[in-house]
T-cell receptor, first 110, second 118 residues
Framework: AQRVTQPEKLLSVFKGAPVELKCNYSYSGSPELFWYVQYSRQRLQLLLRHISRESIKGFTADLNKGETSFHLKKPFAQEEDSAMYYCASQRNSGNTPLVFGKGTRLSVIA | DTGVSQNPRHKITKRGQNVTFRCDPISEHNRLYWYRQTLGQGPEFLTYFQNEAQLEKSRLLSDRFSAERPKGSFSTLEIQRTEQGDSAMYLC????????????????FGSGTRLTVV
């Protein structure tokens, strides 16, 4: 069974500091990995997908198959980055539902 | 199209009562998903549809839960004989999947229905 682990429930950083939100997955195949974000009083929304290799709002994430990780990084945190972040995985066929981690709350302190 | 719409936003019910939630997905999306989220947890998969066919159900979905998507458009999730443990946020999401089973785009989520069973 797929499992997604986000070891930190809460991460607090100062504005301008680097951010790394950790995510590890367990799946023997080649999964698709995603990061979703939920800002206060807003719905859950897609932040980025590993296959897109994109940077969204300054965030990037690299899939490391050796370490089965998909950590989310940003070099300089902003106050507006404060939110809940969920890592999710899906089998690469796309025919199975997303499996989510428990989430990490990022708090950026001014 | 204003995205994925869920109704009601909030529902308070007495234990033992039946409740039904509705989800209207993005019109061109062929897949529709139901998830449940409790405090401190990520969304947990319940079931999903491709068009009107229910393709997968989680073991979390007891026989008190039933979901339908009769015309491949909106979906309903019914909980019979509600229990206090059913209190949660019920999330609906939709996506567009290729008919060849290719990779799907990310999901678009609704705002959820918060169920409180008293």
């Amino acid at each position: 069974a797929q499992r997604v682990t986000q070891p930190e429930k809460l991460l607090s950083v100062f504005k301008g500091a680097p951010v790394e939100l950790k995510c590890n997955y367990s799946y023997s195949g080649s999964p698709e990995l995603f990061w979703y974000v939920q800002y206060s009083r807003q719905r859950l929304q897609l932040l980025l997908r590993h296959i897109s290799r994109e940077s969204i709002k300054g965030f990037t994430a690299d899939l490391n198959k050796g370490e089965t990780s998909f950590h989310l990084k940003k070099p300089f945190a902003q106050e507006e980055d404060s939110a809940m972040y969920y890592c999710a995985s899906q089998r690469n066929s796309g025919n199975t539902p997303l499996v989510f981690g428990k989430g990490t709350r990022l708090s950026v302190i001014a | 199209d204003t995205g994925v719409s869920q109704n009601p936003r909030h529902k308070i019910t007495k234990r033992g009562q039946n409740v039904t939630f509705r989800c209207d997905p993005i019109s061109e999306h062929n897949r529709l998903y139901w998830y449940r989220q409790t405090l401190g947890q990520g969304p947990e998969f319940l079931t999903y549809f491709q068009n009107e066919a229910q393709l997968e159900k989680s073991r979390l979905l007891s026989d008190r839960f039933s979901a339908e998507r009769p015309k491949g458009s909106f979906s309903t999730l019914e909980i019979q004989r509600t229990e206090q443990g059913d209190s949660a946020m019920y999330l609906c999401a939709s996506s567009l999947a290729g008919t060849g089973g290719g990779r799907s785009a990310g999901y678009t989520f609704g705002s959820g229905t918060r169920l409180t069973v008293v």
